[in-house]
């Protein structure tokens, strides 16, 4: 097809005494070095396609509310409250945080997720049926959810997430992604508390030594 | 003893079509990349499990790299609707009194990524597109004590009034969370609640409630 083939190779032909050789030189091109560059090439743009596909996260956030009224209440006992410090540090306590602060935690990343889905099965536990709920229910059987009974169940659990300002975004997006990942359907993102950080601060400190 | 002759062949296979079938690849890829626009920094994004595809029209960018300066992108559907991005620009040229000239106008117009306080739009807005990608820019301050941000996000939402926009937030891994929250502040502050995170995808762990849930419904989760 595209080769060019004068046929150096066979020299077969024998000339008489005294005769010299022309020298035949091939006129065919080592394509190796050029296949290599192509698939370089090759390689090279199938990285940088798909590389360039990233996906979106929804983060809804609240409204701020000013009227005492109007804001939504939590019930202490569906509370789970995650603190977020430096160095990937992270912090819960659950319900209300005591004054002594004797049910603030230390955990880990990894350990969140068995506490979120401990502290959901407990709420779920402990649900009790109310007039509100059927709400909630029909509103589930509306859209076509199967388990539209279980809808109220985890209404009253809340994780509150306050990341504070030595916390990276990393670790803001984790924590948000671990409530999609457990399914918690409510969360707030909030401010710390400087009590809170004060505490977040000195266990820092603490583990340093 | 007449032998068998065994011709020689040579090893040397012809390369020719193996080169044609690469290039013909080559050309492929070449014309289906798109090219990533020029991002004024990298920014690396944290994974999430989300799988929301992303929409880049109607969009506003708002990123944020690992020292948290904060950049402002507005993101058209067509070409045609580039007047909105004048709007916009002159909507924040009678803000915040810039006494900016059309020239400068049209040049955000032709790259709209921002980087810069209110104070120095006007000299980066002087330079052409392909200096204005090299300039180091010291971001868009977003303090709750002086967030221009507020501004940017309330003429963007002017210019696109009577149109769905999607606020994008792309912020690096390590990025501090008061940028972050500098960001939501400015968004808060235009009464813009829903916003879209730019993250890489990976996949739900197994074992947890959305894997279940992803298994049942048969999804990758998009909603």
Redesign the interface.
Known sequence: ???IDVSG?DSGHKKGPGVKKAKKLSTRV???P??DL??L??TF??F??TM?????????????EKDKDKQTEVKESGALTIM?GKDNGLFYYEGQLKEDGSNFTPATYKEI?NII?KKKNDVIASHYHTPACEKLQNDAKAKGDKDWKDACKDKDFVVVIK????????????I??EM????VKRFA?I?ITPDENMLVKATEASNKK | MPSVKIPKKSTATDMTPFVDVAFLILSFFMLATKFKPPAPVTINTPHSVSADKLKEENAVLIEFDSVGRVYFTMNVKKSEDDGLKMDLIKQVNDNRKLGLTDAEMSNFVRYTTIGSPFAQVKTLLDLPKDERTKVKQTGIPVDSTNNELTTWIGAAKLAFQGQQVFYMIKGDNNATYPTFKGVIDALKANDELKYKLITDPKSAPPGTALYTKRLQSGTKGEE
Request: hydrophobic residues 40%.
């Open positions: 097809m595209a080769d190779g080592d394509m190796t050029m296949v192509g698939f090439l090759i743009f199938i940088t396609t360039s596909t990233p996906s979106t996260m929804k983060l809804f956030m609240p409204k701020d977020l997720r889905i990341p504070n300002s030595e916390a990276t975004y990393k670790n803001t997006v984790d948000l992604d999609t990942i457990n399914q993102l401010d």
